[in-house]
């Protein structure tokens, strides 16, 4: 098992730049791929962005392709999510994930990949 901590969200203007955090204990974090994904009111959970283990290989959201950079530091056991150029509609709480296959060959972009989660930080974009 791996214990997920989110932090970094906050209130922000449209046009603005925000990053946020997910710090991760346990098992061994750098072999696991890691993905983000948010969740507005009234809405499914989608994904945003994963990172492979190594950090070598990176997918987006057509959403947010462009705007957010995904990294990871496994030094740190950390692995962050840049967002620029917000935009109203990213307003939505940010939950990270580790993929539940260790060295996965992929990066996985479905919920179903993942099998820990944190508790999530709210980022909210106003206009």
């Known amino acids: 098992q791996v214990q997920l901590v989110e932090s970094g969200g906050e209130l922000v203007q449209a046009g603005g730049s925000l990053r946020v955090s997910c710090a991760a204990s346990g098992r061994t974090f750098s072999s696991y791929a890691m993905g983000w994904f948010r969740q507005a009111p009234g809405k499914e959970r989608e994904f945003v962005a994963a990172?492979?283990?190594?950090?070598?290989?990176?997918y987006y959201a057509d959403s947010v392709k462009g705007r957010f950079t995904i990294s990871r530091d496994n030094a740190k056991n950390t692995v962050y999510l840049q967002m620029n150029s917000l935009k109203p509609e990213d307003t939505a709480v940010y939950y990270c994930?580790?993929?539940?296959?260790?060295?996965?060959?992929?990066?996985?972009?479905?919920?179903?990949?993942?099998?820990?989660w944190g508790q999530g930080t709210q980022v909210t974009v106003s206009s």
């Open positions: 994930a580790s993929d539940r296959r260790p060295w996965a060959p992929s990066v996985a972009t479905t919920r179903y990949e993942y099998n820990n």
């Open positions: 990172i492979s283990w190594s950090g070598g290989s990176t």
